[in-house]
C-alpha cells in the first residue's frame, strides 16, 4: 500500500496466486495487472482438499503462498517502486506438492504511463529468496534491501542452507537477466 504512481494517491499492489501482480486504487477498481510473473515462495498452506479416496478418505492440497511486497524508494531518486521477489520454479508449477526454486532475484518496478516497468533488481542468485524486508540493519540513517537465500543441492535434498545479505541500492543493470 502506498504511492506508487508517484502522484500522491494512494495503490494497493497484490500478488495473485498464480504471481501476477495487480494494482488497485484505494475504491477497489483494478488499475493494473502484469503479464509475467512473480513472487515464488516454498511456504504452504495444507488443507483437506476436495479429492476423496474412499481408502485414504480426503486427500491434502496444498496453496502455496506468495512473497510480501513493497512500495519504497530504494535508490534515492525520490520515486516510489515495486519491491517483488522474482524466483524461478525449475519445474514451471507443474508440481502439485513441491517447489524447486534454481534461481531468483529482487526486481523493483516503476511506473510509466504504460504501467509497471522493471527499474532495478540484484543480481541472480542460485537457489531462491525465502524473505525479504526494508530496514536500517546498519544504523546509520539508510533503509537497505535485507534478504536471506535459500539453496539446496537438488529436488529431495533436504540439506538447506540460507544466508542474509543487504544493500543500499538495486542495480540498474539486465545483463544477467533471466
Not at 516510489?80 to 506438492?97: C, F, P, R, T, W
Request: net charge negative.
Amino acid at each position: 500500500y502506498g504511492d506508487l504512481l508517484n502522484n500522491g494517491s494512494e495503490m494497493i499492489a497484490a500478488l495473485t496466486l498464480k504471481g501476477t501482480i495487480r494494482i488497485f486504487s484505494t475504491d477497489g477498481e483494478e488499475v493494473w495487472r502484469s503479464s509475467k510473473g512473480y513472487g515464488g515462495c516454498a511456504s504452504f498452506l495444507e488443507y483437506k482438499g476436495n479429492h476423496y479416496n474412499k481408502n485414504d478418505g480426503y486427500q491434502m492440497s496444498r496453496v502455496f503462498l506468495q512473497q510480501r511486497l513493497f512500495i519504497a524508494d530504494l535508490d534515492g531518486d525520490t520515486k516510489n517502486a515495486l519491491i517483488v521477489v522474482k524466483n524461478v520454479d525449475s519445474a514451471g508449477g507443474v508440481l502439485k506438492k513441491t517447489r524447486y526454486y534454481s534461481k531468483g532475484a529482487i526486481q523493483s518496478l516503476t511506473w510509466d504511463e504504460m504501467g509497471l516497468a522493471p527499474h532495478g533488481r540484484t543480481r541472480t542468485f542460485p537457489g531462491y529468496f525465502s524473505d525479504y524486508t526494508i530496514g536500517d540493519m546498519d544504523n546509520d540513517g539508510t533503509e537497505e534491501l535485507i534478504y536471506s537465500i535459500t539453496r539446496s543441492d537438488g529436488v529431495v535434498d533436504q540439506k538447506h542452507q540460507t544466508r542474509i545479505y543487504s544493500q543500499n541500492r538495486l542495480s540498474i543493470s539486465f545483463n544477467d537477466a533471466f
